[in-house]
């Protein structure tokens, strides 16, 4: 047995513990590297599935050999302890087997999203100082295009039929395979399927702490460039231990992983939480309302968690209202508010679909992995994002400060424990602007969040201090878009800002200001558009562009896009169209 160290006790002021029910206040942490934490998994329950992948399945003894088996084929590439790796998948097993892998070799992995345009990719490579690169085939010329700027030395290809049963890879083929141009001779290029195939020595064993650093994921910097998230193996294994404690989790559990492995909602709950638990991921690579109905009918998962817009999707689609739904037995959402509408139209579906759950609403972010509050199980309080995970402390302090508000005052929500991100990568100011050392002489993670606490200790998500908006599910950076847009030749001023929106929870749009007024038509609204995608992703470009011949400001000079704003939701209202609260 693995010697481990109990968490720091939460203090026993917390008014919320007493709402824990069977969930222990403490957890105990194995002092070990994420890699081995998952070893100890497969040696607890070795013949459990792991993962289930469109009907190819491993059981945790046959994923620890995949993942050693690809651990000796990266050192052979030259992956050595400290190397990044930067990987670039969607939910599939290579994208894990190759998290692991590195992760066992001491070496740091760096998650992006693989429809990044070239510039983003580059941007992201040169950030992490990447030695090598994996991702799909369908994405090479991107990538490729990236790697020119950056100094890889290895791009890893795999493709989605690798880990396909039989006939579904004919259906890949006939349906997407075919229209995948073919990668060109690239002497940098190694194919996922061969390494695996060939064989290696082993390593030399790495001695790794927990806590090393593990994962990189970015989010937006005050810049508007995105950052490094710096986590550390103790971070991954503390919030998956808490979620998996938090949702009872056990072998005989499956849950349904359909947020993405390079978002921490991702990665932290949909894979390595379950892998904490020993229950059974079953992959979905591409989310559509259609694919996910037809795996809650047909795998039957036990848990399913996401963002509101899948439940909005759910509740109106025939094959998850006409499905059994008897085999949940849990339902979690995060990333946004979720309206009640949905959240009772959910549960109705499916006690009328033979289930009896509650649709529970969390908070997290990527600077802590992400969940780290939920409500408890069987609990409701209208309007809360839940109370805290074992060993995770939370509080409200005064905006711009460190003092604790008074119980129901509004203030800047911080966060403590062990699931907190050690800092920003290469960005020591960003780090200790939002890691501070307090009176007590912890150091809290401000989260830019706007939020209250009741007297019972549940919290209550008000609003985000720092600019952001959510885009189906996603973190859009206003900072970001406006800085692209003021690259474009013909821009003066940008400013972004984001609306309500049905399908999206929120739509991005930009107003520019143009160095020529003249030039204002729809031909350059598309011509700024196309710039935005040929930069960002497509989450993050402007759905529309309104221009004006000035931008109103603040009495201290600044861009008032909070006026901008609160006219465009005006606007909604006088038209009936607004769908806020």
């Known amino acids: 047995m693995l010697l481990a160290r109990k968490g720091r006790p939460v203090t026993t002021q917390a008014p919320w513990l007493k709402f824990y029910g069977e969930v222990p206040a403490n957890l105990d942490y194995p002092q070990v590297s994420l890699y081995q934490a998952l070893a100890q998994t497969a040696q607890r329950c070795p013949d459990a599935v792991a993962y289930d992948f469109f009907g190819y399945t491993a059981t945790y003894q046959e994923m620890l050999a995949e993942i050693d088996t690809f651990a000796r084929a990266l050192a052979a590439c030259g992956l050595r302890p400290a190397d990044r790796i930067t990987i670039s998948m969607p939910t599939s097993p290579q994208g894990i087997i190759a998290v692991y892998a590195a992760l066992k070799l001491g070496a740091v992995v760096s998650l992006i999203h693989p429809l990044s345009p070239p510039k983003e990719i580059a941007f992201f490579l040169q950030v992490s100082k990447s030695k090598m690169v994996l991702t799909l085939d369908t994405f090479y010329p991107a990538v490729s295009e990236a790697m020119k700027e950056s100094a890889v030395e290895t791009l890893i290809l795999t493709r989605i039929p690798d880990y396909l049963p039989l006939l579904k890879k004919w259906g890949f083929w006939l349906a997407k395979g075919r229209k995948i141009a073919k990668v060109p001779a690239d002497p940098k290029v190694r194919w996922f399927a061969d390494m695996m195939a060939a064989k290696h020595p082993e390593p030399p064993a790495v001695e790794i702490s927990t806590h090393d650093p593990a994962i990189i994921m970015y989010s937006g910097g005050t810049t508007g460039r995105p950052k490094g998230i710096v986590l550390s193996h103790q971070n991954f294994i503390a919030e998956g231990l808490q979620v998996a404690a938090w949702a009872h989790m056990n072998p005989q559990d499956s849950i349904l992983a359909i947020l993405p492995i390079f978002h921490g909602f991702g990665l932290g709950v949909c894979i390595n939480s379950v892998f904490m638990g020993g229950g059974k991921a079953i992959l979905v690579p591409q989310f559509t309302a259609d694919i996910v109905a037809k795996m809650i009918k047909n795998k039957r998962p036990s848990i399913i968690v996401g963002v509101p817009t899948l439940y909005e999707a759910l509740i109106h689609h025939p094959v998850f209202l006409n499905a059994d739904l008897s085999c949940l037995r849990g339902a979690f959402v995060g990333a946004d508010r979720l309206p009640r509408s949905v959240k009772e139209t959910f549960e109705a579906a499916v006690a009328k679909s033979g289930g009896s759950i509650k649709l529970l609403e969390g908070y997290g972010l990527t600077e802590a992995v992400t969940a780290i509050m939920c409500m408890p199980m069987g609990e409701y309080r209208e309007g809360s994002i839940g109370i805290p995970f074992p060993d995770m402390e939370a509080k409200v302090v005064e905006i711009g400060g460190t003092k604790t508000t008074p119980t129901e005052q509004e203030g800047e929500l911080c966060l403590h424990g062990p699931a907190v991100m050690q800092g920003y990568l290469d960005q020591p100011e960003e780090t200790a602007a939002t890691l501070k050392e307090h009176e007590d002489g912890k150091t809290w993670l401000h989260t830019g969040d706007i939020a209250h606490m009741d007297a019972d200790g549940f ?121 806020g609260d």
């Open 459 to 579: 919290f209550y998500f008000r609003s985000r201090l720092k600019r952001m908006i959510k885009s189906s599910g996603m973190n859009v950076y206003p900072a970001q878009v406006e800085d692209i847009l003021c690259q474009h030749p013909q821009v003066e001023q940008a400013c972004v800002i984001g609306l309500p929106d049905q399908a999206q929870i929120e739509r991005v749009k930009s107003f520019v200001v143009l160095k020529n007024p003249a030039q204002a038509n729809p031909e350059t609204e598309k011509a700024l558009i196309d710039h935005c995608r040929e930069h960002l992703i497509k989450w993050s470009c402007p759905r529309d562009i309104e221009f004006r011949s000035e931008l109103p400001l603040t009495l201290i000079g600044k861009v008032d896009y909070k006026h901008l704003q609160d006219d465009e939701i005006e606007k909604l209202r006088s038209s009936g169209a607004y769908i």
